[in-house]
């Protein structure tokens, strides 16, 4: 029989994890009489992977259409915004339940090297925006010297 050595901080490590996960997508929204409550908005989960050339970003936001997004890049950072829609229904029997998220969203997510903002690509497809960020000359060719003790 094989003993499996306990890490105790592992486990709480990836409960953490888990947590986060979870209270990511609840944040405090606003009401359209503009009083604050307390609501389920959303927040979209995001995927980055850098190349020596780029930055490859994609974002699901399902449910929407382009032209209800708004992308902002700046050398360091990207921002997405938009807002999702409720539709209006009417039911004259019976009750309508939704768990689909509304209401306005903003994501900022900062870079870790400098792009050039003003060559950046983007596609909107099946509710993933993929966002091409092409690296900056400079950050291509950077290479540091280091200094050992």
């Known amino acids: 029989m094989a ?3 306990w890490e105790p901080f592992r486990e709480i490590d990836q409960l953490q994890r888990e947590m986060n996960r979870l209270f990511d997508g609840i944040t405090r929204t606003t009401a359209t009489n503009g009083e604050r409550g307390v609501g389920v908005t959303f927040i979209p989960s995001a995927e980055i992977h850098e190349t020596p050339e780029a930055i490859h970003l994609k974002l699901e936001i399902p449910g929407m259409e382009a032209s209800d997004l708004n992308v902002e890049v700046t050398a360091e950072a990207v921002s997405i915004s ?3 829609k409720q539709e209006a229904k009417t039911s004259e029997k ?4 939704t768990e689909f998220r509304y209401g306005q969203f903003r994501r900022v997510i900062p ?3 400098r792009v050039q903002n003003d060559k950046v690509q983007a596609e909107y497809k099946n ?3 993929s966002l091409t960020l092409p690296k900056a000359e400079e ?3 950077k290479v540091v010297k280091v200094n050992i003790g």
């Open 94 to 97: 019976g009750v309508t339940r």
């Open 139 to 141: 950050e291509k060719n």
């Open 3 to 5: 003993l499996i050595h």
């Open 82 to 84: 938009g807002e999702r």
């Open 127 to 129: 509710g993933v925006l």
């Open 111 to 113: 870079l870790s090297t």
